[in-house]
C-alpha cells in the first residue's frame, strides 16, 4: 500500500502544500483499493488504517497526529474517496503529510519563510479610493495591526498603493518570535505547516498569526 501511495502525496522534504497539490493534478490517479477506513491509537496519537493496514506518509514515517479530533477528519478524506484516490480532494491529508516529512525537518527555514511576509505584509498596503474599499480595508485590516501592536508592542507603517514602505526591524523580530513559538511542541510542525497556508493565500503573515493565536477569528 505505501508503495502505490509513495508518489500520489506530497515529496519527502517538501514544505508547500500549494505546490504539492499542484503537481498532484498532473499525475495519473491510483485506482481505491480499500474497503474500510478506522482510526486507532497509535504511540502518543492517533493513525489511520486502510483494511486493517496502517496508513504511512510518503517518507514512509508513520501517519500519526495529535488528536482524534484531527485523525477522524482525515479518516473522512479517505472514506469520501471514491473509484480514484484523488489528493486534490484530501487536503488535510496533503497539510499533514507535508507537515510531517517536509516542515518538521526545516522548522527554522519555514518559520523564516513565513515571516519574511511581515515585511509587505497586505494589511499595510491600502487602496486610496474609492472610499468604500477604503472604508472597508480599514475595517478589516486596522484591527489585525491593532492587535500586534497591544500584544507585541509592533508598530506596522501602512502605505497607499503598492509602494514599497520598509517595516521597523524590531516589529519584523517579535513577527518571527510568534512564528517560532507556533513552532514548539508535539503539534508545532502541523502549526508550521497551517500557517504556511494561510500566509500564502491571504499575502499576510500577521493575518495568519493573529488566527493561530486567537486574536481574530475566521469569519
Same mark, same amino acid.
Given at each position: 500500500?505505501?508503495?502505490?501511495?509513495?508518489?500520489?502525496?506530497?515529496? %519527502?522534504?517538501?514544505?508547500?502544500?500549494?505546490?504539492? %497539490?499542484?503537481?498532484?493534478?498532473?499525475?495519473?490517479? #491510483? /485506482?481505491?483499493?480499500?474497503?474500510? *477506513?478506522?482510526?486507532? #491509537?497509535?504511540?502518543?496519537?492517533?493513525?489511520?488504517?486502510?483494511?486493517? @493496514?496502517?496508513? =504511512?506518509?510518503?517518507?514512509?514515517? $508513520?501517519?500519526?497526529?495529535?488528536?482524534? @479530533?484531527?485523525?477522524?477528519?482525515?479518516?473522512?478524506?479517505?472514506?469520501? &474517496?471514491?473509484?480514484?484516490?484523488?489528493?486534490?480532494?484530501?487536503?488535510?491529508? &496533503?497539510?499533514?503529510?507535508?507537515?510531517?516529512?517536509?516542515?518538521?525537518?526545516? /522548522?527554522?527555514?519555514?518559520? %523564516?519563510?513565513?515571516? /519574511?511576509?511581515?515585511?509587505?505584509?497586505?494589511?499595510? !498596503? $491600502?487602496?486610496?479610493?474609492?472610499?468604500?474599499?477604503?472604508?472597508?480595508?480599514?475595517?478589516?485590516?486596522?484591527?489585525?495591526?491593532? !492587535?500586534?501592536?497591544?500584544? !507585541?508592542?509592533?508598530?506596522?507603517?501602512?502605505?497607499?498603493?503598492?509602494?514599497?514602505?520598509?517595516?521597523? &526591524?524590531?516589529?519584523?523580530?517579535?513577527?518571527?518570535?510568534?512564528?517560532?513559538?507556533?513552532?514548539?511542541? *508535539?503539534?508545532?510542525?502541523?502549526?508550521?505547516?497551517?500557517? =504556511?497556508?494561510?500566509?500564502?493565500?491571504?499575502?499576510?503573515?500577521?493575518? %495568519?498569526?493573529?488566527?493561530? &493565536?486567537?486574536?481574530?477569528?475566521?469569519?
Amino acid at each position: 500500500m505505501r508503495d502505490d501511495l509513495t508518489d500520489l502525496f506530497v515529496e %519527502a522534504g517538501e514544505r508547500n502544500p500549494l505546490k504539492a %497539490a499542484q503537481r498532484d493534478m498532473k499525475r495519473p490517479l #491510483p /485506482k481505491r483499493f480499500y474497503s474500510e *477506513v478506522a482510526v486507532a #491509537p497509535a504511540g502518543d496519537g492517533f493513525g489511520l488504517t486502510l483494511d486493517g @493496514k496502517t496508513v =504511512h506518509t510518503p517518507a514512509r514515517s $508513520r501517519l500519526i497526529v495529535p488528536t482524534r @479530533k484531527l485523525a477522524e477528519a482525515l479518516a473522512e478524506e479517505w472514506r469520501a &474517496q471514491g473509484e480514484f484516490i484523488d489528493p486534490a480532494t484530501m487536503p488535510k491529508t &496533503q497539510l499533514v503529510n507535508t507537515a510531517l516529512d517536509g516542515v518538521s525537518r526545516e /522548522k527554522e527555514a519555514v518559520a %523564516a519563510e513565513i515571516a /519574511k511576509f511581515a515585511g509587505s505584509d497586505l494589511v499595510c !498596503y $491600502r487602496a486610496g479610493q474609492p472610499e468604500s474599499l477604503v472604508a472597508e480595508q480599514n475595517a478589516a485590516w486596522s484591527p489585525v495591526l491593532d !492587535y500586534f501592536r497591544e500584544k !507585541y508592542s509592533a508598530r506596522f507603517l501602512c502605505s497607499e498603493g503598492v509602494i514599497f514602505v520598509a517595516q521597523p &526591524q524590531e516589529s519584523l523580530t517579535a513577527v518571527l518570535g510568534a512564528v517560532q513559538e507556533q513552532g514548539q511542541g *508535539v503539534d508545532g510542525a502541523l502549526r508550521l505547516a497551517a500557517l =504556511h497556508v494561510m500566509t500564502t493565500l491571504t499575502g499576510s503573515a500577521l493575518i %495568519a498569526l493573529a488566527l493561530a &493565536q486567537g486574536g481574530m477569528d475566521f469569519d
